[in-house]
């Protein structure tokens, strides 16, 4: 799966002279937490909801309202913005795209074509992905098991699945508890959890959960 089939557009952009308050008034009207900052078209920068409430003044301030508001028409977006962006392609992996912001601890990344900004692509794009994932909204029998890290193990448990009449609606894997193993976790839907343990039991090392969700 790639960038573009996932990321959010059209993008809610901003040019760098926008007071920030004004753009923070447009973020809570559009429900965003970051902005793209355009200039003559192409990607200058990003600026966030933290960004913008950083700039303004605490409520101890001893300026009164319309000092307050003068000192804050004065400052803009470009004062604020990261200028260093960090971006992706619309044919990124979307996996890459996803470590990219958890490596650099960041919650959304541009995604632009030929330096002009097509999308956004950010940590809630994400989050649904993984809900899709593992399932979340299917109704089914949730299996957490260890299998052994050995060619063929995957088969035949899917084979196992399937002589007794599952139909897989997600499947994971991810470390193990040591490097013999792998964890799965998958959700099939059809066969009732008795016949779903019976059957995997034989061609995992263990089950660490198993659980009829109706959701």
């Not at 970051?34 to 605490?58: E, F, Q, T």
């Not at 999308?119 to 029998?141: C, N, S, W, Y």
Request: aromatic share 6%.
């Amino acid at each position: 799966m790639l960038v573009g089939e996932r990321m959010t557009h059209p993008v809610v952009t901003i040019p760098p002279e926008t007071p920030i308050t004004d753009a923070l008034k447009l973020m809570r009207q559009e429900k965003i937490r970051r902005m793209p900052v355009i200039k003559d078209g192409r990607l200058v920068g990003i600026v966030s909801d933290k960004d913008l409430l950083n700039a303004s003044p605490s409520s101890a301030t001893s300026l009164s309202v319309w000092e307050m508001n003068y000192l804050l028409s004065k400052i803009t977006v470009a004062d604020v913005m990261t200028t260093n962006v960090l971006f992706v392609t619309p044919d990124t992996p979307i996996e890459q795209a996803a470590r990219v912001m958890a490596d650099n601890k960041i919650g959304g990344l541009p995604v632009a074509q030929d330096d002009r900004v097509v999308g956004i692509i950010t940590e809630t794009d994400i989050f649904k992905l993984f809900l899709e994932l593992m399932g979340a909204r299917d109704p089914g029998v949730r299996v957490v098991a260890l299998v052994q890290e050995k060619r063929g193990e995957l088969a035949k448990l899917t084979q196992a699945i399937a002589k007794i009449g599952g139909n897989f609606v997600a499947f994971g894997q991810f470390a193990g508890e040591d490097t013999s193993n792998r964890e799965i976790t998958f959700k099939v839907s059809g066969v009732s959890e008795e016949q779903v343990q019976d059957a995997v039991q034989p061609f995992v090392e263990k089950i660490k959960d198993i659980r009829t969700c109706s959701y």
